[in-house]
Nanobody, 115 residues
Framework: QVQLVESGGGLVQPGGSLRLSCAAS????????MGWYRQAPGKRRELVAA???????NYVDSVKGRFTISRDNAKNTVYLQMNSLKAEDTAVYYC?????????WGQGTQVTVSS
């Protein structure tokens, strides 16, 4: 069983930055494909960024060049650095892990971009 706990959300002005963190329990973290999803009001949940156990990454087009996903296997933690934030980035952000046919979710953290 893997538990995921997000932190780092909040209110930020357009153009600002935030860093989200997701701490995972369990000894298999280094094997897990980790991702960040987001869901805005009235919209479907979408994959924002993902990182494999080997460090390969992919991003949704709307955040390329602004967001960076990274992981620290020694700390069982995955990060999402978000720069140049826009109002349309406002959403609840969820940490996700996939391994051996299982999927794990965090509780979500709110990110609000507003002046």
């Amino acid at each position: 069983q893997v538990q995921l706990v997000e932190s780092g959300g909040g209110l930020v002005q357009p153009g600002g930055s935030l860093r989200l963190s997701c701490a995972a329990s369990g000894s298999i973290f280094r094997l897990i494909v980790m991702g960040w999803y987001r869901q805005a009001p009235g919209k479907r949940r979408e994959l924002v960024a993902a990182i494999t156990s080997g460090g390969s990454t992919n991003y949704v087009d709307s955040v390329k060049g602004r967001f960076t996903i990274s992981r620290d296997n020694a700390k069982n933690t995955v990060y999402l650095q978000m720069n140049s934030l826009k109002a349309e980035d406002t959403a609840v952000y969820y940490c996700n892990g996939k391994f051996a046919g299982n999927e794990y979710w965090g509780q979500g953290t709110q990110v609000t971009v507003s002046s």
